[in-house]
Every structure is written in structure tokens, then in C-alpha cells.
């Protein structure tokens, strides 16, 4: 996200291709839920109670999973790790949709881990957390049904 961010505020890429990008990243995000069944830590039926009571309440699945003692917080952390890991990077969904090219997106890699070795994150004139580059994206884009 960080990155895309830092593409956008560089004017790099667009609101709308960032916005898709991340729709698109999300889209390849496997649900907690199904790594769960994947990974033997929960059944069907485990699952279907946790999102049963998920579509009363606000929380989410691994917390209502740990209050129904059905997960605990390490199995939460190693399912988000794995969830992380199954995820497309986003500067790959930026080449796939044509954002970027290859070339542009291996400078642009270099360029941004060259500006984050050099001071933290989240300083006031960061670029990396921009919240009006945010708001221009979100305003930019537009939905399609």
C-alpha cells in the first residue's frame, strides 16, 4: 500500500489505477476462513458458526474465532502471515493492468526503497502516507456497475 501510495503522489500512476489495483489486489486476498479449512485448524462447520455470528456483529472472523475458543491468537497471526504470503503483491497488479511497464516498475522499486532507508514513514511531509493523494483517488474514480 505504502508503495502505491508513493507511485500515486509521485503522480506515477493514477487515482483510478490505484484504486483499481488494490480493488484488484484484494480480489486475490483468500478469506481467512478458507485458509482455516485449507490449513486443518477449522471445519466447515467451525466456519459457518464464526460467520453466522459475524453477520450479527461487527467484528471480525478471528476475533469472533477467538472468542468462540475455536482459534487462538497464533493461529490468527500464522493464517494473516499466510494470507499475506497468497496475496498479490501490488506492484504486480500495477503491471497487470498496465499501470506500469516492467522496466518503469523495477525503477520505481528502486527509487522507493531508496527514499524509505532514508528516514521514517510517517513524518509530516511523508509521501508515503499521503492523505490528500488518498481523498484525490477516492474522487477520481469512478464505479462502474
Do not use: W
Request: proline share 3%; aromatic share 6%; glycine share 4%.
Amino acid at each position: 500500500m505504502h508503495f502505491g501510495l508513493y507511485l500515486l503522489r509521485k503522480e506515477s500512476i493514477t487515482g483510478p489505477q490505484f484504486i483499481q489495483a488494490v480493488s484488484r489486489q484484494l480480489e486475490t486476498r483468500p478469506q481467512i476462513g478458507s485458509l482455516a479449512i485449507e490449513t486443518r485448524c477449522l471445519s466447515m462447520r467451525d466456519v459457518f458458526q464464526v460467520l453466522s455470528l459475524q453477520s450479527v456483529t461487527n467484528e471480525s472472523f478471528g476475533q469472533l474465532a477467538i472468542q468462540l475458543g475455536i482459534l487462538t491468537e497464533a493461529d490468527i497471526r500464522d493464517l494473516l502471515a499466510l494470507q499475506t504470503e497468497r496475496t498479490t503483491p501490488l506492484a504486480q497488479v500495477l503491471v497487470d493492468i498496465g499501470a506500469l511497464e516492467p522496466y518503469q516498475l523495477q525503477t520505481e522499486l528502486q527509487l522507493f526503497r531508496s527514499a524509505m532507508s532514508s528516514g521514517p514513514l510517517l513524518e509530516e511531509d511523508s509521501v508515503y502516507l499521503d492523505v490528500n493523494a488518498i481523498e484525490a483517488a477516492f474522487a477520481t474514480f469512478e464505479v462502474t456497475v
